[in-house]
């Protein structure tokens, strides 16, 4: 199993809108780095959800349940299915994440235009962690 994470805006689709469905597509990514972190996707992976904007915290996890295939917008790029697994208890800001040496390397702080990105267990492990920390 591989960890991701999946950054959207919560004003156009937030994991809560996720959470009232079954199960949605993950489509539109069209960077072509993300792309292909798409490509490598597999059904059971599980994903972070991190909203963007004034939020800029991950807020839960989804799991990946289908193969990739072409985006239905754009075929040249990549979607997969997607369905809400839980909630953080709290919610993991980009602010805490910066500030934790340990996460220095990991794209979510190098490269911010980046909206989906490979997340190391060691990564996962500490964000559910620091997601416990009140």
Same mark, same amino acid.
């Given at each position: 199993?591989?960890?991701?994470?999946?950054?959207?805006?919560?004003?156009?689709?937030?994991?809560? %809108?996720?959470?009232?469905? =079954?199960? /949605?597509?993950?489509?539109?990514?069209?960077? &072509? *780095?993300? @792309?292909?972190?798409?490509?490598?996707?597999?059904?059971?992976?599980?994903?972070?959800?991190?909203?963007?904007?004034?939020?800029?915290?991950?807020?839960?996890?989804?799991?990946?349940?289908? %193969?990739?295939?072409?985006? =239905?917008? /754009?075929?040249?790029?990549?979607?997969?299915? &997607? *369905?809400? @697994?839980?909630?953080?208890?709290?919610?993991?800001?980009?602010?805490?994440?910066?500030?934790?040496?340990?996460?220095?390397?990991?794209?979510?702080?190098?490269?911010?235009?980046?909206?989906?990105?490979?997340?190391?267990?060691?990564?996962?492990?500490?964000?559910?962690?620091?997601?416990?920390?009140?």
């Amino acid at each position: 199993m591989n960890y991701w994470l999946l950054k959207t805006e919560p004003d156009e689709f937030s994991y809560h %809108d996720l959470s009232n469905a =079954p199960h /949605d597509v993950w489509d539109g990514v069209r960077n &072509v *780095q993300a @792309r292909k972190n798409m490509k490598e996707m597999e059904p059971g992976d599980l994903a972070f959800i991190y909203h963007t904007g004034k939020e800029k915290s991950i807020i839960g996890v989804a799991e990946i349940t289908s %193969d990739p295939f072409p985006d =239905p917008g /754009d075929p040249k790029f990549t979607a997969v299915h &997607v *369905q809400s @697994r839980y909630l953080l208890p709290r919610p993991v800001s980009l602010a805490e994440i910066k500030a934790a040496p340990q996460f220095a390397g990991w794209a979510l702080v190098r490269q911010p235009r980046l909206s989906v990105m490979p997340v190391t267990t060691g990564h996962w492990q500490a964000i559910h962690t620091m997601a416990k920390e009140t």
